[in-house]
């Protein structure tokens, strides 16, 4: 029973996490993308504050710590969805955004030894060049070199596989170190909301001038971003953490390309081509070669 359910809790994470892709696309024709991040992770924090305060478990942890994690969470939050959200403003296809972003769990891996001080396995380094070539394959069959917009456009999501690469080498680096204290999952991601939504108001307000269009469809688009995919999917992630190894969790995010795609192909007709299959197989390659030990023989 225990593994029929952790089942429907991996395919709800999967679908909940990478639906995030498309609800953005849904949301940004009535709002400008670092608007739709102030209001998205102003709820969240207030929502976090409350939940805080009504457990009594809200208190400030000093500044120390306080601005390593909110730090985290600019990167981890902020960067990565802000551009991840440019992107989609500059007219990528949801699915090719994915698909550059699923670097990051290989990067992580790669570039590990800088947070541990051990060295990163040969496989490490090697998944990441194959991954890189397969979203190089994708992207630049995509790009119009001649148009600087479409240039930004897809090398954009590369700034939120940095962001998010950063972030969870300096989370890495506090859990071998110990030298910040650790904090309660809810506490943590409070602080990390909070810092999210007071670097994005800057933007918000002074490029974007908080403009919104407060119809139905971008109510209800905030709604899921908000419940589904921020707090729904990231709840069921570390459910998931609990109940097998962070490695078999992080290959979950590799299903991010074809599914979102998938995603993308039913409610935007975007259409999937046989360059984006190719480089989809070449990254593939390059996550079975970071998962896969190499072994040599000895003569």
């Known amino acids: 029973m225990r593994s029929n359910n952790t089942l429907l809790i991996t395919i709800g994470f999967v679908l909940l996490w990478n639906s995030g892709f498309i609800g953005a696309e849904y949301g940004l024709p009535y709002t400008g993308p ?5 209001w998205r992770y102003l709820a969240l924090t207030a929502i976090l504050f409350i939940y805080l305060l009504a457990r009594n478990r809200f208190l400030w942890v000093g500044w120390p710590s306080a601005s390593v994690h909110m730090t985290v969470g600019v990167l981890a939050h902020g960067v990565w969805l802000g551009c991840v959200l440019l992107a989609l403003e500059y007219k990528v296809p949801s699915g090719i955004v994915a698909l550059v972003v699923a670097l990051q769990p290989m990067a992580t891996g790669a570039f590990s030894g800088l947070a541990t001080g051990e060295p990163t396995p040969l496989r490490q380094w ?7 070539a397969g979203v190089t394959i994708t992207v630049t069959s995509r790009i119009n070199f001649q148009d600087a917009a479409s240039v930004f456009g897809y090398l954009v999501p590369l700034g939120s ?4 690469t950063i972030a969870s080498l300096i989370q890495r680096r506090m859990q071998v170190r110990q030298n910040v204290k650790r904090l309660p999952l809810d506490l943590m991601l409070f602080y990390q909301c909070l810092a999210t939504t007071a670097i994005m108001a800057v933007p918000a307000l002074f490029a ?11 109510v209800y688009t905030m709604i899921w971003l908000i419940l589904a995919v921020s707090l729904g999917a990231y709840g069921l992630m570390w459910v998931l953490i609990e109940r097998m190894d962070a ?3 992080a290959i979950l995010f590799y299903l ?3 599914v979102t795609m998938l995603m ?4 935007f007709g975007d259409v999937v081509q046989v360059v984006d299959i190719v480089g989809l197989a070449v990254v593939f390659a390059g996550v079975w070669v970071t998962q896969t030990k190499i072994s040599t023989a000895r003569i």
């Open 34 to 38: 670092f608007t739709l991040l102030f």
């Open 126 to 132: 090697i998944g990441l060049l194959i991954g890189f």
């Open 161 to 164: 596989v940095a962001a998010i």
């Open 208 to 218: 974007e001038r908080l403009s919104v269009e407060w119809s139905l469809p971008f």
């Open 247 to 249: 490695t078999r969790v």
């Open 256 to 258: 991010g390309p074809p």
């Open 264 to 267: 993308a192909w039913i409610a």
